[in-house]
């Protein structure tokens, strides 16, 4: 059973930059396709950004494009989410996911179905 353990959420100032982590605790996590979901206060749980098993191919949804970078180290078995100019309408709960044994090395998945494996959640609070 992988387990998914996310940190580095907190309460920043809009403008501020945070960095998520998702470490899991099985590998090889390069054959791991990986992404970043969140779900904001009485909203359904959206998707924010994907990268491939190979870390070749990402992509993200258009809230967030040109301000946050998903990235992974498949030696670490972890995958980031660096948030840069964060704004109040990104606070949310942040989960990462992850489904392994993914053929392609390129294939982003962005549905939450496609995901087997769920982190337990990082707080992100953005004061304006």
């Known amino acids: 059973q992988v387990q998914l353990v996310e940190s580095g959420g907190g309460l920043v100032q809009a403008g501020a930059s945070l960095r998520l982590s998702c470490a899991a605790s099985i590998g090889p996590f390069r054959t791991y396709a990986t992404g970043w979901f969140r779900q904001a206060p009485g909203k359904e749980r959206e998707f924010v950004a994907a990268?491939?098993?190979?870390?070749?191919?990402?992509t993200y949804v258009d809230s967030v494009k040109g301000r946050f970078t998903i990235s992974k180290d498949n030696a670490k078995n972890t995958v980031y989410l660096q948030m840069n100019s964060l704004k109040p309408e990104d606070t949310a709960v942040y989960y990462c996911?992850?489904?392994?044994?993914?053929?392609?090395?390129?294939?982003?998945?962005?549905?939450?179905?496609?995901?087997?494996?769920w982190g337990q959640g990082t707080q992100v609070t953005v004061s304006s």
């Open positions: 996911a992850a489904q392994p044994g993914v053929f392609s090395t390129t294939i982003v998945l962005t549905t939450q179905s496609e995901y087997y494996y």
């Open positions: 990268i491939s098993r190979s870390g070749g191919s990402t």
